[in-house]
Protein backbone atom coordinates (compact mmCIF):
# COMPACT_ATOMS: atom_id res chain seq x y z
CA UNK A 1 0.00 0.00 0.00
CA UNK A 2 2.93 2.17 -0.15
CA UNK A 3 1.63 3.71 -2.99
CA UNK A 4 -1.59 5.19 -1.79
CA UNK A 5 -0.04 8.63 -0.71
CA UNK A 6 1.04 9.38 -3.44
CA UNK A 7 -1.90 8.36 -5.23
CA UNK A 8 -3.99 10.36 -3.03
CA UNK A 9 -1.44 13.67 -3.73
CA UNK A 10 -2.04 13.25 -7.17
CA UNK A 11 -6.08 12.57 -7.30
CA UNK A 12 -5.98 16.22 -5.01
CA UNK A 13 -4.06 17.82 -7.26
CA UNK A 14 -5.03 16.73 -10.88
CA UNK A 15 -8.81 15.11 -10.60
CA UNK A 16 -11.82 17.01 -10.87
CA UNK A 17 -14.56 14.48 -9.07
CA UNK A 18 -18.05 14.57 -10.40
CA UNK A 19 -20.77 16.22 -8.19
CA UNK A 20 -18.08 16.90 -5.27
CA UNK A 21 -16.78 19.82 -3.61
CA UNK A 22 -13.69 20.57 -5.83
CA UNK A 23 -12.14 23.06 -3.08
CA UNK A 24 -13.04 20.78 -0.26
CA UNK A 25 -11.88 17.50 -2.17
CA UNK A 26 -8.26 18.76 -2.93
CA UNK A 27 -8.09 19.78 0.68
CA UNK A 28 -9.61 15.92 1.92
CA UNK A 29 -8.75 13.61 -1.03
CA UNK A 30 -11.10 10.47 -1.12
CA UNK A 31 -9.99 6.94 -0.49
CA UNK A 32 -8.49 4.87 -3.32
CA UNK A 33 -10.55 1.86 -4.60
CA UNK A 34 -8.12 -1.06 -5.51
CA UNK A 35 -10.44 -3.96 -6.24
CA UNK A 36 -13.21 -5.76 -5.76
CA UNK A 37 -14.44 -9.22 -5.02
CA UNK A 38 -17.75 -10.38 -4.37
CA UNK A 39 -19.95 -7.97 -3.46
CA UNK A 40 -16.96 -6.15 -1.32
CA UNK A 41 -14.70 -3.84 -2.62
CA UNK A 42 -11.17 -3.03 -1.13
CA UNK A 43 -9.28 0.28 -0.28
CA UNK A 44 -5.21 0.70 -0.95
CA UNK A 45 -5.44 0.72 2.88
CA UNK A 46 -6.72 -2.78 2.52
CA UNK A 47 -10.12 -2.00 4.33
CA UNK A 48 -12.83 -4.12 3.25
CA UNK A 49 -15.84 -3.25 2.98
CA UNK A 50 -19.44 -3.95 1.87
CA UNK A 51 -20.71 -2.43 -1.02
CA UNK A 52 -24.55 -1.67 -0.06
CA UNK A 53 -25.12 0.23 -3.27
CA UNK A 54 -23.53 -1.79 -6.18
CA UNK A 55 -21.05 0.94 -7.77
CA UNK A 56 -23.35 3.33 -8.50
CA UNK A 57 -26.58 1.25 -8.59
CA UNK A 58 -25.04 -0.33 -11.65
CA UNK A 59 -22.92 -4.21 -10.43
CA UNK A 60 -26.34 -5.86 -9.54
CA UNK A 61 -24.49 -9.16 -9.60
CA UNK A 62 -21.60 -7.91 -7.81
CA UNK A 63 -18.00 -7.78 -8.84
CA UNK A 64 -16.74 -11.24 -9.12
CA UNK A 65 -18.31 -11.98 -13.24
CA UNK A 66 -15.47 -14.07 -15.09
CA UNK A 67 -18.00 -14.44 -17.48
CA UNK A 68 -18.62 -10.60 -18.32
CA UNK A 69 -14.66 -10.13 -18.08
CA UNK A 70 -13.87 -12.82 -20.77
CA UNK A 71 -16.81 -12.18 -23.18
CA UNK A 72 -15.50 -8.56 -22.97
CA UNK A 73 -11.66 -10.35 -23.60
CA UNK A 74 -13.09 -12.37 -26.48
CA UNK A 75 -14.82 -9.12 -28.06
CA UNK A 76 -11.97 -7.21 -28.00
CA UNK A 77 -9.54 -9.48 -29.67
CA UNK A 78 -12.06 -10.29 -32.54
CA UNK A 79 -13.08 -7.06 -33.39
CA UNK A 80 -12.15 -4.17 -30.66
CA UNK A 81 -14.24 -1.50 -32.38
CA UNK A 82 -16.63 -0.85 -35.09
CA UNK A 83 -19.83 1.41 -35.58
CA UNK A 84 -23.28 1.32 -36.52
CA UNK A 85 -23.43 3.99 -38.82
CA UNK A 86 -23.08 4.54 -42.18
CA UNK A 87 -25.18 0.90 -43.29
CA UNK A 88 -22.97 -1.18 -41.14
CA UNK A 89 -23.60 -2.73 -38.08
CA UNK A 90 -21.27 -5.01 -35.26
CA UNK A 91 -22.58 -8.19 -34.36
CA UNK A 92 -22.91 -7.94 -30.65
CA UNK A 93 -25.14 -4.90 -31.37
CA UNK A 94 -27.32 -6.42 -33.32
CA UNK A 95 -27.57 -9.99 -31.29
CA UNK A 96 -27.98 -7.51 -27.91
CA UNK A 97 -31.03 -5.65 -29.94
CA UNK A 98 -32.58 -8.82 -30.74
CA UNK A 99 -32.01 -9.92 -26.81
CA UNK A 100 -33.70 -7.32 -25.62
CA UNK A 101 -36.80 -7.34 -27.72
CA UNK A 102 -37.59 -10.53 -26.98
CA UNK A 103 -36.75 -9.99 -23.16
CA UNK A 104 -38.93 -6.50 -23.37
CA UNK A 105 -42.32 -6.87 -22.58
CA UNK A 106 -44.08 -7.97 -26.36
CA UNK A 107 -45.08 -4.48 -27.27
CA UNK A 108 -40.95 -3.52 -27.05
CA UNK A 109 -38.81 -4.35 -30.69
CA UNK A 110 -36.58 -1.56 -31.27
CA UNK A 111 -33.81 -0.30 -29.27
CA UNK A 112 -31.40 3.14 -29.81
CA UNK A 113 -27.99 2.51 -28.23
CA UNK A 114 -26.00 5.34 -26.58
CA UNK A 115 -23.06 5.04 -23.57
CA UNK A 116 -24.96 6.33 -20.73
CA UNK A 117 -28.23 6.76 -19.27
CA UNK A 118 -28.28 10.57 -19.41
CA UNK A 119 -27.58 10.21 -23.52
CA UNK A 120 -30.37 8.16 -23.24
CA UNK A 121 -32.46 10.46 -22.01
CA UNK A 122 -31.37 13.41 -24.26
CA UNK A 123 -32.12 10.15 -27.67
CA UNK A 124 -35.71 10.43 -25.48
CA UNK A 125 -36.07 13.58 -26.08
CA UNK A 126 -35.40 13.75 -29.82
CA UNK A 127 -36.83 10.43 -30.74
CA UNK A 128 -40.36 12.06 -28.71
CA UNK A 129 -39.88 15.44 -31.02
CA UNK A 130 -39.56 13.29 -34.29
CA UNK A 131 -42.66 11.09 -33.25
CA UNK A 132 -45.00 14.50 -32.84
CA UNK A 133 -43.23 16.57 -36.06
CA UNK A 134 -44.50 12.76 -37.90
CA UNK A 135 -48.04 13.18 -36.79
CA UNK A 136 -48.09 16.29 -38.11
CA UNK A 137 -48.82 17.83 -34.19
CA UNK A 138 -45.65 20.08 -33.63
CA UNK A 139 -47.46 22.36 -30.85
CA UNK A 140 -46.76 18.89 -29.00
CA UNK A 141 -43.30 20.26 -27.46
CA UNK A 142 -43.83 20.25 -23.21
CA UNK A 143 -41.97 17.15 -21.64
CA UNK A 144 -43.12 16.83 -17.70
CA UNK A 145 -40.70 15.37 -15.32
CA UNK A 146 -40.58 15.80 -10.98
CA UNK A 147 -38.90 17.31 -8.40
CA UNK A 148 -37.08 16.06 -7.30
CA UNK A 149 -35.69 13.39 -10.26
CA UNK A 150 -32.23 12.53 -11.32
CA UNK A 151 -32.58 11.52 -14.95
CA UNK A 152 -28.48 12.53 -15.53
CA UNK A 153 -26.20 15.53 -16.61
CA UNK A 154 -26.26 16.50 -19.76
CA UNK A 155 -27.82 19.78 -20.50
CA UNK A 156 -31.10 17.66 -21.74
CA UNK A 157 -31.08 15.05 -18.40
CA UNK A 158 -30.50 17.67 -15.89
CA UNK A 159 -33.31 20.25 -17.43
CA UNK A 160 -35.49 16.79 -16.94
CA UNK A 161 -33.83 16.44 -13.46
CA UNK A 162 -35.71 18.14 -10.69
CA UNK A 163 -32.36 19.34 -8.51
CA UNK A 164 -32.29 23.57 -7.72
CA UNK A 165 -29.04 23.39 -6.97
CA UNK A 166 -27.87 22.03 -10.38
CA UNK A 167 -30.46 24.65 -12.70
CA UNK A 168 -28.75 27.15 -10.86
CA UNK A 169 -25.95 25.88 -12.78
CA UNK A 170 -26.80 26.41 -16.33
CA UNK A 171 -29.79 27.75 -18.50
CA UNK A 172 -32.26 24.40 -18.54
CA UNK A 173 -34.38 23.51 -21.55
CA UNK A 174 -37.52 25.92 -21.63
CA UNK A 175 -40.00 23.48 -22.22
CA UNK A 176 -39.27 21.47 -19.30
CA UNK A 177 -42.60 21.31 -16.43
CA UNK A 178 -42.23 19.71 -13.17
CA UNK A 179 -45.16 18.23 -10.91
CA UNK A 180 -44.74 17.08 -7.37
CA UNK A 181 -43.27 13.92 -6.65
CA UNK A 182 -44.47 11.19 -3.87
CA UNK A 183 -42.83 11.38 -0.87
CA UNK A 184 -44.78 11.17 1.72
CA UNK A 185 -42.55 10.95 4.22
CA UNK A 186 -41.38 14.92 3.74
CA UNK A 187 -44.65 16.23 2.21
CA UNK A 188 -47.81 13.29 3.37
CA UNK A 189 -48.51 15.76 6.51
CA UNK A 190 -51.92 14.21 7.93
CA UNK A 191 -52.73 12.29 4.93
CA UNK A 192 -52.69 8.04 5.01
CA UNK A 193 -49.70 7.32 2.34
CA UNK A 194 -52.58 6.29 -0.11
CA UNK A 195 -55.05 9.41 0.14
CA UNK A 196 -51.30 11.05 -0.16
CA UNK A 197 -50.31 9.31 -3.58
CA UNK A 198 -53.97 9.77 -5.03
CA UNK A 199 -53.25 13.74 -3.66
CA UNK A 200 -50.19 14.03 -5.83
CA UNK A 201 -50.85 11.99 -8.95
CA UNK A 202 -53.94 14.82 -9.48
CA UNK A 203 -50.77 16.58 -9.93
CA UNK A 204 -50.29 15.22 -13.64
CA UNK A 205 -53.95 15.86 -14.21
CA UNK A 206 -53.60 19.65 -13.00
CA UNK A 207 -50.34 20.32 -15.05
CA UNK A 208 -51.89 18.65 -18.33
CA UNK A 209 -55.09 21.05 -18.01
CA UNK A 210 -53.06 23.98 -16.72
CA UNK A 211 -50.68 23.37 -19.99
CA UNK A 212 -52.74 22.42 -22.54
CA UNK A 213 -52.36 18.35 -23.61
CA UNK A 214 -52.16 19.55 -27.32
CA UNK A 215 -48.76 21.25 -26.08
CA UNK A 216 -47.61 18.33 -24.04
CA UNK A 217 -45.45 15.93 -25.64
CA UNK A 218 -43.85 13.56 -22.79
CA UNK A 219 -43.84 12.93 -18.93
CA UNK A 220 -40.99 10.89 -17.90
CA UNK A 221 -40.45 9.32 -14.01
CA UNK A 222 -38.46 6.60 -12.69
CA UNK A 223 -40.75 3.73 -10.92
CA UNK A 224 -39.22 4.20 -7.87
CA UNK A 225 -36.88 8.06 -7.61
CA UNK A 226 -33.37 6.43 -6.96
CA UNK A 227 -31.22 9.16 -6.69
CA UNK A 228 -33.81 11.38 -5.24
CA UNK A 229 -33.96 9.60 -2.25
CA UNK A 230 -35.21 6.20 -3.31
CA UNK A 231 -38.98 7.54 -3.25
CA UNK A 232 -41.10 4.28 -2.97
CA UNK A 233 -44.47 5.82 -4.17
CA UNK A 234 -47.32 4.87 -1.79
CA UNK A 235 -49.56 1.55 -3.63
CA UNK A 236 -52.54 4.59 -4.65
CA UNK A 237 -49.99 6.26 -6.86
CA UNK A 238 -48.81 4.30 -10.12
CA UNK A 239 -52.74 3.53 -10.82
CA UNK A 240 -53.95 6.57 -10.97
CA UNK A 241 -51.09 7.85 -13.03
CA UNK A 242 -52.03 5.32 -14.93
CA UNK A 243 -55.84 6.27 -15.17
CA UNK A 244 -54.52 9.65 -16.63
CA UNK A 245 -52.37 9.00 -18.62
CA UNK A 246 -54.60 6.33 -20.25
CA UNK A 247 -57.01 9.09 -21.07
CA UNK A 248 -54.71 11.39 -22.44
CA UNK A 249 -52.58 11.33 -25.91
CA UNK A 250 -49.35 12.16 -23.86
CA UNK A 251 -46.17 9.92 -24.28
CA UNK A 252 -45.23 8.35 -20.95
CA UNK A 253 -40.72 7.52 -20.92
CA UNK A 254 -39.87 5.24 -18.06
CA UNK A 255 -36.54 5.80 -16.96
CA UNK A 256 -34.95 2.14 -15.47
CA UNK A 257 -31.37 3.19 -15.43
CA UNK A 258 -31.94 2.10 -11.55
CA UNK A 259 -34.81 0.14 -11.54
CA UNK A 260 -34.16 -1.95 -14.55
CA UNK A 261 -33.01 -5.35 -14.84
CA UNK A 262 -34.42 -6.80 -11.75
CA UNK A 263 -34.06 -4.39 -8.74
CA UNK A 264 -37.98 -3.85 -8.22
CA UNK A 265 -38.45 -8.19 -8.91
CA UNK A 266 -39.02 -7.56 -12.02
CA UNK A 267 -37.30 -7.16 -15.03
CA UNK A 268 -38.36 -3.34 -15.31
CA UNK A 269 -39.95 -1.23 -12.00
CA UNK A 270 -42.62 -0.35 -14.59
CA UNK A 271 -43.88 -3.63 -14.59
CA UNK A 272 -43.42 -3.76 -11.02
CA UNK A 273 -46.44 -0.92 -10.70
CA UNK A 274 -48.00 -2.37 -13.60
CA UNK A 275 -47.42 0.79 -15.97
CA UNK A 276 -47.35 1.01 -19.75
CA UNK A 277 -44.55 3.06 -20.87
CA UNK A 278 -43.89 4.21 -24.63
CA UNK A 279 -40.28 4.42 -24.42
CA UNK A 280 -37.77 2.76 -21.57
CA UNK A 281 -34.34 4.47 -20.27
CA UNK A 282 -31.70 1.84 -19.46
CA UNK A 283 -28.51 1.78 -18.58
CA UNK A 284 -26.03 0.80 -15.53
CA UNK A 285 -26.69 -2.73 -14.80
CA UNK A 286 -27.27 -4.23 -18.39
CA UNK A 287 -23.87 -4.32 -18.37
CA UNK A 288 -23.27 -4.95 -14.97
CA UNK A 289 -21.56 -1.91 -14.85
CA UNK A 290 -18.55 -3.53 -16.36
CA UNK A 291 -18.46 -1.30 -19.64
CA UNK A 292 -20.44 1.57 -20.42
CA UNK A 293 -23.69 1.51 -22.71
CA UNK A 294 -27.29 3.23 -22.10
CA UNK A 295 -30.12 3.54 -24.48
CA UNK A 296 -33.93 3.62 -25.23
CA UNK A 297 -36.75 0.91 -25.69
CA UNK A 298 -39.00 1.97 -27.79
CA UNK A 299 -42.65 0.93 -28.00
CA UNK A 300 -44.58 -0.15 -31.20
CA UNK A 301 -46.50 2.54 -31.12
CA UNK A 302 -43.10 5.18 -31.23
CA UNK A 303 -41.14 2.93 -33.71
CA UNK A 304 -44.22 2.57 -35.83
CA UNK A 305 -44.31 6.15 -36.60
CA UNK A 306 -40.53 5.86 -36.70
CA UNK A 307 -39.62 3.79 -38.77
CA UNK A 308 -42.07 4.80 -41.67
CA UNK A 309 -41.02 7.94 -42.61
CA UNK A 310 -38.73 11.42 -41.62
CA UNK A 311 -35.80 10.53 -43.57
CA UNK A 312 -32.49 10.41 -41.90
CA UNK A 313 -32.34 10.62 -37.77
CA UNK A 314 -29.36 13.03 -37.19
CA UNK A 315 -28.32 11.89 -34.28
CA UNK A 316 -26.48 9.03 -32.56
CA UNK A 317 -22.78 8.10 -30.87
CA UNK A 318 -19.62 7.19 -32.17
CA UNK A 319 -20.08 4.36 -29.41
CA UNK A 320 -23.98 3.71 -29.99
CA UNK A 321 -23.60 -0.09 -29.63
CA UNK A 322 -19.91 -0.34 -28.91
CA UNK A 323 -18.98 -4.15 -29.72
CA UNK A 324 -17.44 -4.77 -26.15
CA UNK A 325 -20.14 -3.09 -24.39
CA UNK A 326 -22.91 -5.08 -26.00
CA UNK A 327 -20.52 -8.18 -25.73
CA UNK A 328 -20.87 -7.30 -21.28
CA UNK A 329 -24.71 -6.44 -21.82
CA UNK A 330 -25.21 -10.23 -23.97
CA UNK A 331 -23.21 -12.30 -20.74
CA UNK A 332 -25.30 -10.09 -18.07
CA UNK A 333 -27.86 -11.00 -19.54
CA UNK A 334 -27.37 -14.52 -19.96
CA UNK A 335 -26.14 -14.94 -15.81
CA UNK A 336 -29.34 -12.71 -15.05
CA UNK A 337 -31.78 -15.70 -16.71
CA UNK A 338 -29.60 -18.57 -15.88
CA UNK A 339 -29.57 -18.02 -12.45
CA UNK A 340 -32.79 -16.63 -12.14
CA UNK A 341 -31.98 -13.39 -10.42
CA UNK A 342 -35.12 -11.42 -11.24
CA UNK A 343 -37.48 -14.59 -9.68
CA UNK A 344 -34.71 -14.30 -6.63
CA UNK A 345 -35.18 -10.87 -6.15
CA UNK A 346 -39.40 -11.17 -6.04
CA UNK A 347 -39.50 -14.36 -4.13
CA UNK A 348 -36.46 -14.92 -1.93
CA UNK A 349 -33.55 -12.50 -1.23
CA UNK A 350 -35.92 -9.00 -1.89
CA UNK A 351 -38.35 -10.05 0.83
CA UNK A 352 -35.48 -10.89 2.92
CA UNK A 353 -33.54 -7.73 2.66
CA UNK A 354 -37.48 -5.77 3.04
CA UNK A 355 -38.15 -7.91 6.49
CA UNK A 356 -34.63 -7.57 7.85
CA UNK A 357 -34.38 -3.36 6.92
CA UNK A 358 -37.94 -2.51 8.82
CA UNK A 359 -36.46 -3.89 11.81
CA UNK A 360 -34.90 -0.88 11.92
CA UNK A 361 -37.55 1.37 11.93
CA UNK A 362 -37.40 0.89 15.60
CA UNK A 363 -33.78 2.62 16.20
CA UNK A 364 -34.70 6.13 17.59
CA UNK A 365 -32.90 7.78 14.83
CA UNK A 366 -35.31 5.76 12.40
CA UNK A 367 -38.59 8.23 11.41
CA UNK A 368 -39.46 6.17 8.65
CA UNK A 369 -38.15 2.86 6.59
CA UNK A 370 -39.30 1.92 3.24
CA UNK A 371 -37.97 -0.17 0.23
CA UNK A 372 -38.94 -2.51 -2.67
CA UNK A 373 -36.94 -5.68 -3.99
CA UNK A 374 -33.04 -4.85 -3.86
CA UNK A 375 -33.40 -1.48 -2.75
CA UNK A 376 -34.45 0.48 0.71
CA UNK A 377 -34.16 3.91 2.61
CA UNK A 378 -34.45 5.23 5.68
CA UNK A 379 -34.87 8.58 7.18
CA UNK A 380 -32.88 10.60 10.19
CA UNK A 381 -35.10 11.88 12.77
CA UNK A 382 -34.61 14.08 16.26
CA UNK A 383 -37.99 13.11 17.03
CA UNK A 384 -39.41 9.58 15.12
CA UNK A 385 -43.43 10.70 16.53
CA UNK A 386 -43.11 14.24 15.13
CA UNK A 387 -40.98 13.58 11.99
CA UNK A 388 -38.76 16.89 13.79
CA UNK A 389 -35.31 16.49 12.19
CA UNK A 390 -32.29 16.38 13.04
CA UNK A 391 -30.62 20.14 13.97
CA UNK A 392 -27.58 19.58 10.91
CA UNK A 393 -29.26 21.40 7.99
CA UNK A 394 -29.41 18.06 6.22
CA UNK A 395 -26.13 17.02 6.62
CA UNK A 396 -26.95 14.14 9.03
CA UNK A 397 -26.59 11.84 5.86
CA UNK A 398 -23.30 12.41 5.41
CA UNK A 399 -22.50 12.20 9.00
CA UNK A 400 -23.88 8.93 9.18
CA UNK A 401 -23.01 7.72 5.65
CA UNK A 402 -18.67 8.47 7.00
CA UNK A 403 -19.82 5.76 9.96
CA UNK A 404 -20.82 3.57 7.64
CA UNK A 405 -17.78 3.20 5.75
CA UNK A 406 -16.23 3.38 9.10
CA UNK A 407 -18.40 0.49 10.01
CA UNK A 408 -17.41 -1.31 6.91
CA UNK A 409 -20.50 -0.63 4.80
CA UNK A 410 -21.39 1.77 2.00
CA UNK A 411 -24.78 3.67 1.98
CA UNK A 412 -25.50 6.96 0.38
CA UNK A 413 -26.87 9.80 2.03
CA UNK A 414 -29.45 12.00 0.70
CA UNK A 415 -30.05 14.62 2.44
CA UNK A 416 -31.02 12.75 5.72
CA UNK A 417 -32.21 9.93 3.90
CA UNK A 418 -29.83 6.91 3.77
CA UNK A 419 -30.35 4.48 0.71
CA UNK A 420 -28.97 1.25 -0.51
CA UNK A 421 -29.28 -0.89 -3.70
CA UNK A 422 -26.99 -3.96 -2.93
CA UNK A 423 -26.37 -6.33 -5.49
CA UNK A 424 -29.15 -9.23 -6.19
CA UNK A 425 -26.44 -11.84 -5.89
CA UNK A 426 -25.99 -11.02 -2.09
CA UNK A 427 -26.59 -13.68 0.42
CA UNK A 428 -28.81 -14.15 3.50
CA UNK A 429 -25.62 -14.06 5.39
CA UNK A 430 -24.56 -10.69 3.31
CA UNK A 431 -27.63 -9.14 4.08
CA UNK A 432 -27.32 -9.62 7.97
CA UNK A 433 -24.03 -8.66 7.71
CA UNK A 434 -25.47 -5.24 6.04
CA UNK A 435 -28.04 -4.66 8.78
CA UNK A 436 -25.98 -5.36 11.57
CA UNK A 437 -23.59 -2.81 10.52
CA UNK A 438 -25.74 -0.16 9.54
CA UNK A 439 -27.35 -0.84 12.70
CA UNK A 440 -23.73 -0.22 14.23
CA UNK A 441 -23.49 3.35 12.05
CA UNK A 442 -27.29 4.38 13.31
CA UNK A 443 -26.17 4.10 16.94
CA UNK A 444 -23.08 5.62 16.25
CA UNK A 445 -25.05 8.60 14.46
CA UNK A 446 -27.64 8.70 17.21
CA UNK A 447 -24.69 8.99 19.81
CA UNK A 448 -23.16 11.99 17.45
CA UNK A 449 -26.60 14.25 18.01
CA UNK A 450 -26.90 13.02 22.01
CA UNK A 451 -30.02 10.90 21.14
N1 LIG B 1 -31.54 8.20 -15.08
C1 LIG B 1 -31.51 7.77 -13.82
C2 LIG B 1 -32.78 7.37 -13.16
C3 LIG B 1 -30.30 7.67 -13.13
O1 LIG B 1 -30.27 7.27 -11.85
C4 LIG B 1 -29.11 8.03 -13.80
C5 LIG B 1 -27.80 7.93 -13.11
O2 LIG B 1 -27.70 7.73 -11.92
C6 LIG B 1 -29.20 8.50 -15.11
C7 LIG B 1 -30.42 8.55 -15.73
C8 LIG B 1 -27.98 8.94 -15.83
O3 LIG B 1 -27.21 7.85 -16.19
P1 LIG B 1 -25.66 8.06 -16.54
O4 LIG B 1 -24.98 8.46 -15.28
O5 LIG B 1 -25.26 6.71 -17.07
O6 LIG B 1 -25.60 9.11 -17.59
Known sequence: YSHTAELKRQDAAHHLHPFTDFQDYAAHPGRIISRAEGVYIEDSDGNRILDGMSGLWCCNLGYSQPGIVEAVRKQLSELPFYNNFFQCANEPSVRLAARLASLTPDNFNHVFFTNSGSEANDTNLRLVRRYWDLLDKPNKRIILSRTNAYHGSTIAAASLGGFDFVHRQFETLPYVHHIAQP?????????????????????????????????????????????????????????EMRRILAERDIL??????????????????????????????????????????????????????????????????????????????LATLDILEREQLVERVADDIGPYLQRRWQELADHPIVGETRGKGMVAALELVRNKHTRERLEDGGKAGAVCRQFCIESGLVMRAVGDAMIIAPPLVCSHEEIDLLIERATRALDLTASHYHL
Open 183 to 239: YWFKDGGELSPEEFGVRVAKDLERAIDELGEDNIAAFIAEPIQGAGGVIVPPESYWP
Open 252 to 329: FISDEVICGFGRTGQLFGCQSYGTSPDLITFAKAVTNGFQPLGGVLLGDRVANVLTSGGGEFGHGFTYSGHPAACAAA
